[in-house]
């Protein structure tokens, strides 16, 4: 499932707004020490940026492979319990509802 472009942009906005923020800091001027908080925000917000964007959920044979904002996870499509109504998918792992 590929989700709508609005929607991709609206994931990878709080990396942009964090980036624009960090830019922001470098256009008001006399940064000092600050700069390096400044490349921090720019490389967060960009990481940020580009994971939102590739937010996404692939279903393959007897495995659903969700693509988060930090990391990828493949569940087997045996361990789903449901789907909530918030589009969360709840499973079991080892025993453990998750």
Same mark, same amino acid.
């Given at each position: ?14 990396? =942009?707004? *964090?980036?624009? !923020? @960090?830019? %922001?800091?470098? &256009? ?5 020490? /600050? +700069?390096? =908080?400044? *490349?921090?925000? !720019? @490389?967060? %917000?960009?990481? &940020? ?5 590739? /937010? +996404? ?42």
């Amino acid at each position: 499932m590929r989700l709508l472009p609005m929607t991709r942009v609206a994931n990878a906005a709080p990396g =942009l707004a *964090v980036g624009l !923020l @960090a830019i %922001g800091a470098v &256009l008001d001027g006399d940064l000092g020490f /600050v +700069s390096s =908080l400044v *490349v921090a925000g !720019l @490389a967060v %917000g960009g990481f &940020l940026a580009v994971k939102g964007y590739n /937010v +996404s959920v692939e279903c393959a044979g007897q495995r659903v492979t969700v693509h988060g904002r930090l990391w990828i996870r493949t569940i087997n499509r045996a361990d789903i319990i449901a789907m909530t109504e918030f589009l969360a998918i709840s499973w079991r792992c080892d025993g453990r509802r998750r």
